[in-house]
Nanobody, 124 residues
Framework: QVQLVESGGGLVQAGGSLRLSCAAS????????MGWFRQAPGKERDFVSFINRLGGSTYYSDSVKGRFTISRDNAKNTVYLQMNSLKPEDTAVYFC?????????????????WGQGTQVTVST
């Protein structure tokens, strides 16, 4: 079983950038497709981005497309989310998740393993 730990969150002004990391242990992430999700207070957990096992395919929600970039380094067992041009509406707890089955998904229930999340706050 894989354990996931997110880091890199924090407080940033609108227009700024952050880079989130998701470090895996217990098992190599090369056997998993990976996703990033976010959850704002009082709201559901929403899909942000997906990357397949080898990093050749990526997907983004419409709200972050063109601003966020997902990547992975399987040798370092780490997945990243580069977030640029941040907006106050990006404020949320960001989670990384691992999916063992083939195919991409934007639904949280399709991911078997989750990190504890990292807070991202974007001020005006």
């Amino acid at each position: 079983q894989v354990q996931l730990v997110e880091s890199g969150g924090g407080l940033v002004q609108a227009g700024g950038s952050l880079r989130l990391s998701c470090a895996a242990s217990g098992r190599t992430i090369s056997t998993y497709a990976m996703g990033w999700f976010r959850q704002a207070p009082g709201k559901e957990r929403d899909f942000v981005s997906f990357i397949n096992r080898l990093g050749g395919s990526t997907y983004y929600s419409d709200s972050v497309k063109g601003r966020f970039t997902i990547s992975r380094d399987n040798a370092k067992n780490t997945v990243y989310l580069q977030m640029n041009s941040l907006k106050p509406e990006d404020t949320a707890v960001y989670f990384c998740a691992a999916r063992g089955r083939f195919g991409w998904s934007k639904y949280p229930y399709d991911y078997e393993h989750w990190g504890q999340g990292t807070q991202v706050t974007v001020s005006t």
